[in-house]
């Protein structure tokens, strides 16, 4: 999978934002962080998926379409939310079948955030408790099935003193092996 470091620079989240030149993180980097990801072509994928979900003991799918036709008047309010960092007391998967856009994911001592670009047959897995947030590209559109290990819940924490705390971001760090203290 192809990632860089997120330049930080002003401007729309749907570009690249990539350093000029570019800070490419490594494979073993994502690894570390807990990351897991899967290319897998979208015609003909359900038994590959079917595979990923039973291996992983993932049971339950929705079908999430982000963009102006998917979520109606809910659209801008959305893809707003998608982008303010936060987390998840569950893993986050998603099967991309089409469209394109960009995970970002905080790399953990660092607070660096890396960019991971998405489009149709990525698969990615975000740990439960691992701070991200998530854009379209320019093209404003994706489409996704979300995979969960129990009856779907889109609940994401806002990052805060709250969460830093929370026992699924303890259990992220303590699995990347980052001390948590007392």
Do not use: C
């Amino acid at each position: 999978m192809h990632a860089y470091y997120f330049d930080n620079l002003p401007g729309d989240p749907r570009l690249p934002h990539d350093y000029v030149p570019s800070r490419p993180v490594s494979e073993e980097t994502l690894q570390k962080l807990g990351l897991k990801h899967w290319h897998i072509p979208v015609e003909g994928h359900e038994p590959t998926i079917d595979e990923v979900a039973r291996t992983h003991g993932y049971k339950y799918r929705d079908v999430i379409d982000v963009s102006k036709a998917g979520l109606g008047e809910a659209f801008e309010a959305n893809t707003k939310a998608f982008f303010d960092e936060h987390m998840h007391g569950h893993d986050e998967i998603r099967f991309i079948l089409d469209g394109s856009g960009f995970s970002d994911v905080r790399e953990t001592p660092t607070e660096a955030w890396i960019r991971l670009p998405l489009s149709a047959g990525d698969l990615l897995v975000i740990p439960a408790g691992m701070y991200h947030r998530f854009t379209l590209d320019e093209t404003d559109a994706i489409k996704a099935v979300l995979l969960f290990k129990e009856e779907p819940k889109r609940v994401a924490f806002s990052r805060g003193p709250e969460t830093d705390v929370s026992p699924s971001r303890k259990e992220y760090l303590e699995s990347i092996g980052v001390s948590v203290g007392a």
